[in-house]
């Protein structure tokens, strides 16, 4: 029984791993493909591509419509995850920095948390909340490194608590849709839901496809395909798996994956303050996930002498 729990964790952590990795190239291709496509087109066109690529596999998997228990988790979370957090997120970062943005965004993950703890009766373990805080503070200084400088703007700033308080409700309405739904058919309606919600904005995702480089478009169909169908894919398995305090205090480590990314793909050399910034959100992501050892257990019968 121990070793096919130690399976089944390995596999979440595996999951979590390629989530992590992918929503963290995402920040140079949204970089990259904002330069040409408005904040609803660029969100419509991700999901568009995401949605047809889950559909494609969700029919060749065969797993059927998702059970009627799932259906209010999955609007839930495809109208605020996949709809509202993409399209305030890329709408707050044509107003603010990347890393007032990070910031920012980074309430998230506390939120998470919380409602967890209150409306999935996850509790409060003192270790999660200690190490969510270690990454916070490694997340504001990442954020501040990372920062150009200039003042903020209020409507930026704003749209982007909306993008965090969209995510941590997302995350939570999907929890328990998947006690009765596979994680590749909430995702997939999920993101059918998002792209339906996002449908206004076709009108510009079409004048802007006409007129964008091709090398933008491609930006958009690599969101859709991985950090986007992929990405949340891998998310629900693992969120299946465990609680949903402990999935959002993950995505801490998408910081430190996004400066080491940035290094490497945009040559863009980090200071010391930005490693030190990515070197407390791994270790706090590491003291959320740390188990407490059980006590030794006090014998019940006399030893044999």
């Known amino acids: 029984m121990e070793q096919q729990s130690s399976a089944m964790d390995r596999r979440a952590l595996i999951a979590v791993g390629i989530t992590v990795l992918l929503w963290a190239s995402a920040f140079v291709a949204i970089r990259s493909a904002a330069a040409h496509y408005s904040p609803g087109a660029l969100a419509l066109g991700r ?24 259906w209010p988790g999955i609007i ?44 999935l009766r996850e509790g409060f373990p003192s270790r999660l909340f200690a190490g969510m805080a270690v990454s916070f503070v490694g997340a ?15 409507a930026g700033v704003m749209l982007c608590v909306l993008a965090a308080v969209g995510y941590a409700f997302g995350v939570v ?29 076709s009108g ?17 169909i690599y969101l859709g395909l991985f950090p986007t169908a992929l990405a949340f894919t891998t ?21 430190a994956i996004v400066v080491l990314m940035a290094w490497l793909v945009l040559r863009e050399v980090p200071g010391w303050l930005t490693f030190v910034g990515g070197a407390l959100c791994l270790a706090g992501v590491a003291v959320s996930r740390s188990r407490r050892k059980p006590p030794t257990p006090i014998p019940t019968t006399a030893p044999v002498k």
């Not at 999901?47 to 009627?68: I, T």
């Open 204 to 220: 510009q995702l079409i004048g802007e496809v006409a007129d964008a480089p091709l090398s933008a478009t491609l930006d958009v």
């Open 173 to 201: 309405l999907q929890k328990p849709a998947l006690q009765h739904g596979s994680p590749l058919q909430v995702t997939t309606f999920g993101c059918i839901v998002g792209t339906v919600a996002c449908l206004p904005f």
């Open 47 to 70: 999901l568009a591509v995401g949605s047809l690529a889950l559909a494609a596999y969700w029919l060749f998997k065969r797993e059927g419509l998702p059970p009627r228990g799932a």
């Open 76 to 119: 839930g979370s495809g109208v605020l995850w996949f709809g509202l957090y993409m399209v305030a997120l890329n709408w707050g970062e044509q107003h603010v920095d990347a890393g007032t943005a990070a910031m920012v965004v980074n309430i998230g993950p506390i939120l998470i948390a919380l409602l967890g703890g209150w409306l």
């Open 140 to 154: 504001v200084v990442v954020g501040a490194s990372m920062s150009e400088g200039g003042s903020s703007s209020i």
């Open 235 to 255: 998310w629900a398995y693992a969120l299946s798996r465990t609680t949903a305090g402990k999935m959002g205090a993950t995505t801490y480590v998408v910081p």
